[in-house]
């Protein structure tokens, strides 16, 4: 399994932005598919966004749609999720998580599918 380490979260003003990464280790991310989730202070994870291993299909939840961006950058084995016009409710701990996949433009946005996850960044938007 991938080892994975988030960076970039911090205190923001609404409608500032923040770039968050995820770097992975060990087995890298060639064939893995990643996505971002994020858990909010008593609230269940919620997928935000998702990239195939490709980088040519992106998946966002209709609360990120239009205001963040995921990209990846294999040959750094890191992903991005760029966050513009952030809101108090983007307020979370953010999360990168790696699925194994066969299929290069594959992504995936249940939990479930993914096996490594990190630590998680917080990222706290100010009113």
């Known amino acids: 399994q991938a080892r994975l380490v988030e960076s970039g979260g911090g205190l923001v003003q609404a409608g500032g932005s923040l770039r968050l990464s995820c770097a992975a280790s060990?087995?890298?991310?060639?064939?893995?598919?990643v996505g971002w989730f994020r858990q909010a202070p008593g609230k269940e994870r919620e997928f935000v966004s998702a990239?195939?291993?490709?980088?040519?299909?992106?998946y966002y939840a209709d609360s990120a749609r239009g205001r963040f961006t995921i990209s990846n950058a294999n040959a750094k084995n890191t992903v991005y999720l760029l966050m513009n016009n952030l809101k108090p409710e983007d307020t979370a701990v953010y999360f990168c998580?790696?699925?194994?996949?066969?299929?290069?433009?594959?992504?995936?946005?249940?939990?479930?599918?993914?096996?490594?996850w990190g630590q998680g960044t917080q990222v706290t938007v100010s009113s």
């Open positions: 060990g087995r890298t991310f060639r064939r893995y598919a």
């Open positions: 990239i195939s291993w490709s980088g040519h299909n992106t």
């Open positions: 998580a790696a699925a194994i996949t066969y299929g290069d433009d594959d992504y995936y946005t249940n939990r479930a599918d993914f096996g490594s």
